[in-house]
């Protein structure tokens, strides 16, 4: 046992030892490894420094060389790479400037520039600076991927002012430059996309289409900025919601027509056109220019005419044109020395007579062509292109006997006719039967008959021309006196006839306006007897002090309130005594502000409901506060209110319906002024001196509207605007100011309207020159009335109006024992007029009767 035990402990002894010497060998393996490891470290640290060392050696060697050759382009590059190496952002920062300045860079040394400066602006945000160096880097090559960062970069700056304008302006450059590249544009156009679809989800609104002046607007801006195909889309939407509009198909053809010139563009849209609006004339003419104008053919051509015949054009005049349009394609394709081409040409000239007397004349009761002017043309091509007077000469005979021979325009052509293709002997003989026909100008004609006879006549002829001239100016002149004094005479009867009309119209307006009073009146009293007996204890609640006057105001305004239907004995309530109730709803005093209100005056007393009314016409200037319509005693509407708008931006656009018609009367609309602070304030200011860009038209007929004035005065120039004068009534006084855009505009409509005559009324036409306006002011050069006038009711003194006071108490020489009371104060009122009279009380005045 004891020898097995000791073979135990020295196996044990072995094994320690084992394990000893095997931690003594790793311990020293570990020991060789870190040695080895420390040496290393120390290895690649000397290597290190040694590198280092070697690039700031090579990078003074490279800036010394470039300042030896500034343009070694292969040096800068190198420079910069080493730079970037050794981290030295400065220098890095200089050397590009340095090589930027010198040579273009390529788009991976901006890209690595760029992106440092970007990560550098993020401590130091300087977006002006990176924006700046960005322009530089896409003036250099056209590089998507600079562009692409350039956008990218802009979209951070999206939140700031204008940030959105400023990204979507840089895409759209980035797309003019680069979105054709054939490998990296696509790139650029999903960016853009995507930018345009982020911001579109963040609106919450629903986006509505376009209407016709937003588009029209958008038109315009492309048309200026000159792309076809940018054109063409934003015609193509725009027709698309807004087919059945002529003006824009003829506003798309007209760019077709003139810019694109495709052939079947062109046509098709003027297909398309006529389809969709064929009661439009000028549509299917534009369509027969741009078939002749692309080479159609003949038959081509003539089958659109035909269509057009059938679409039914809305005016006769439409046929005309559409047929002038037809015989100018037809005359220029005719050689005039082939006969069917010419034949085709004169049935064209025949057919088309035919067709304005029969079709036109059924559907529109005219031909649409007073003038003949196709008649004019075909005797035209028959006089110059065929040579044949005598056709023209029986087509202008035709056109005289149509109701032209009374026009010296008429004759002004035909013999002008003569004269370049015809002889002398049918000049003089046309313009002999233009005297005697002729009755709008007659004097021109004479004028030019006398001229001609000076130039080619002989003295017999010299003696006719005079003789008729003389004989037919005479006849003129008479004609020209009666019918004016017919006119003179007609308009002193409807001035008569009107003055009647208005006398019999206010004594009816009179008559009812009593019969409407004597109801009210009538009315007023029952409710005042009713109210009455139930008012004493409402009467000791009424308010007192600030409220008095808005009651006293309302008192004078209501319908018949406390006014003359009040109970005897009743008086209004003065300052500090008590008042009336006010109604529901005005717990408040009425605040009211001058500067937004306006006053309106000159409207009918027989106005209904006039503050519904007022309040339809004014709600488009702006928000309404109240409107006060101002009545009388009687109940009954005076003619003028105030109306208060909530802002003070609302007067003025108020003030802009001054003297638009309500009820056939103007409505005169001024602001409102207190005339206690502003006496001297007026709201309509007359001009006293000459208007020369300004006409004053005088005679005019009554029943002459502005539009049709308007008609008139239109073909002399710009007109700005048009005033009729009227009275307070709004019945017209005949009278009208013109205001054109320039002065030669009024100085021409002065020359050719004075004298004319406007449905049978001979008026006089002038520049305005008002007179001077004189008013009751010192100074004013108008004596001021010393003694002031007794005031009296429109009717002068009337019965209600006779002094109520006993003769006793005029007699001013009474024994003083023979009045009881008053006396001192009788004599006074009777030797004063102005002196004022000691009030008597009831029990006065009784005695004084009983005494008598």
Not at 287 to 305: C, K, N, P, W
Not at 749 to 778: F, Q
Request: charged share 30%.
């Amino acid at each position: 046992m004891a020898a097995a035990s000791n073979a135990e402990h020295t196996q044990l002894q072995d094994m320690e030892e084992d394990v000893g010497m095997e931690e003594r060998e790793m311990d020293s393996e570990d020991n060789e490894e870190e040695d080895m490891g420390e040496e290393n470290v120390d290895d690649e640290e000397d290597d290190s420094s040694e590198d280092e060392k070697e690039n700031e050696a090579e990078i003074q060697r490279l800036e010394e060389q470039l300042s030896i050759n500034a343009f070694d382009y292969n040096c800068h590059v190198d420079l910069i790479k080493l730079l970037k190496q050794e981290g030295e952002l400065f220098s890095l920062r200089k050397a590009r400037q340095r090589m930027s300045e010198l040579f273009p860079l390529t788009e991976e040394i901006w890209l690595d520039w760029l992106k440092d400066e970007i990560h550098l602006s993020e401590e130091e945000p300087n977006r002006e600076k990176l924006y700046e160096l960005f322009e530089r880097a896409v003036k250099d090559y056209i590089c998507p991927d600079i562009w692409l960062e350039y956008a990218q970069y802009s979209i951070g700056g999206m939140g700031l002012p204008g940030g959105i304008d400023k990204v979507r302006s840089i895409f759209e450059r980035a797309v003019t430059a680069v979105g054709l590249h054939m490998t990296k544009g696509q790139m650029v156009w999903e960016a853009y996309r995507e930018f345009e679809n982020a911001i579109f989800s963040t609106l919450q609104l629903a986006a509505e289409p376009p209407k016709m002046a937003e588009y029209q607007n958008y038109i315009d801006f492309e048309l200026k900025e000159g792309d076809p195909a940018r054109i063409q889309i934003i015609f193509e939407r725009t027709l698309a919601e807004n087919c059945l509009v002529p003006d824009m198909w003829a506003k798309y053809n007209t760019y077709l027509d003139r810019q694109l010139k495709i052939k079947d563009l062109v046509v098709s849209t003027h297909d398309r056109a006529v389809r969709n609006c064929p009661w439009t004339m000028g549509l299917w003419k534009s369509y027969l220019l741009a078939l002749e104008r692309h080479g159609a053919d003949h038959q081509t051509i003539s089958d659109v005419f035909e269509k057009a015949l059938s679409a039914g054009f809305i005016q006769a005049t439409d046929y005309v044109e559409i047929w002038q349009a037809y015989l100018d394609y037809l005359r220029r394709r005719v050689d005039f020395k082939s006969s069917k081409e010419l034949e085709e040409l004169r049935g064209a000239f025949a057919r088309s007579l035919d067709y304005m007397k029969q079709d036109v004349e059924e559907r529109f009761g005219e031909s649409g062509d007073p003038s003949c002017i196709i008649m004019q043309i075909w005797a035209k091509i028959e006089a110059l292109h065929c040579k044949n007077m005598q056709k023209a000469r029986e087509l202008w005979d035709t056109i005289m006997t149509k109701g032209n021979a009374k026009y010296a325009n008429m004759w002004m052509e035909y013999y002008n006719l003569e004269r370049s293709y015809g002889d002398s002997a049918h000049c003089r003989k046309a313009l002999h039967r233009a005297v005697q026909c002729t009755s709008d100008y007659p004097e021109h004609v004479c004028e030019v008959l006398l001229t001609f006879e000076r130039v080619e006549g002989s003295l017999e002829d010299w003696d006719l021309a005079v003789q008729k001239t003389e004989t037919r100016l005479s006849r003129v002149n008479e004609q020209r006196v009666a019918v004016k004094e017919a006119n003179m005479a007609r308009q002193e009867e409807d001035r008569a006839e009107q003055r009647r009309r208005a006398k019999s119209d206010k004594k009816a307006q009179k008559k009812m306006g009593k019969d409407v009073h004597a109801g009210e009146k009538r009315k007023a009293q029952q409710d005042y007897e009713d109210n009455w007996n139930n008012g004493t204890e409402q009467a000791s609640k009424r308010h007192r002090g600030d409220e008095d006057q808005t009651i006293e105001e309302q008192m004078e305004t209501e319908t018949g309130l406390l006014g003359k239907n009040a109970p005897p004995g009743f008086k209004k309530p003065q300052q500090g005594a008590s008042a009336a109730p006010p109604k529901q709803g005005d717990d408040k005093p009425e605040l009211r502000s001058d500067d937004n209100s306006v006053f309106i005056s000159n409207l009918a007393y027989t106005l209904e409901e006039p503050e519904a009314k007022l309040r339809t016409m004014f709600e488009p200037c702006g928000p309404i506060s109240q409107i006060r319509p101002v009545f009388s005693t009687k109940g009954t509407f005076k003619g003028y209110c105030y109306i208060q708008f909530e802002s003070v931006v609302s007067v003025s656009e108020a003030l802009k319906l001054d003297r638009q018609e309500m009820e056939n009367r103007p409505m005169f609309v001024s602001p409102c002024v207190d005339k206690n602070k502003n006496p001297d304030f007026k709201v309509f200011k007359y001009n006293t001196s000459i208007e020369k860009q300004k006409i004053f038209i005088s005679g005019l007929p009554f029943s002459c509207t502005k539009k049709q004035l308007e008609e008139v005065c239109s073909s002399y120039g710009t007109i700005r605007d048009v005033r009729l004068v009227t009275y307070r009534s709004g019945k017209p006084k005949g009278l009208a100011y013109v205001e054109f855009a320039e002065e030669t505009h009024a100085s021409q409509a002065v020359l050719k309207m004075d004298g004319t005559v406007i449905d049978g009324n001979t008026i006089s036409v002038a520049i305005s020159n008002p007179p001077r306006r004189n008013m009751d002011k010192p100074g004013s050069g108008r004596p001021l009335d010393p003694i002031p006038r007794q005031v009296y009711g429109a009717r002068g003194k009337g019965r209600t109006q006779l002094s109520m006071v006993p003769r006793s108490l005029h007699r001013q020489n009474l024994p003083a024992n023979n009045v009881e009371n008053g006396t001192s104060a009788a004599a006074s009122a009777s030797t004063s007029a102005t002196a004022e009279t000691k009030s008597l009380s009831n029990s006065d005045f009784a005695r004084m009767l009983l005494n008598k």
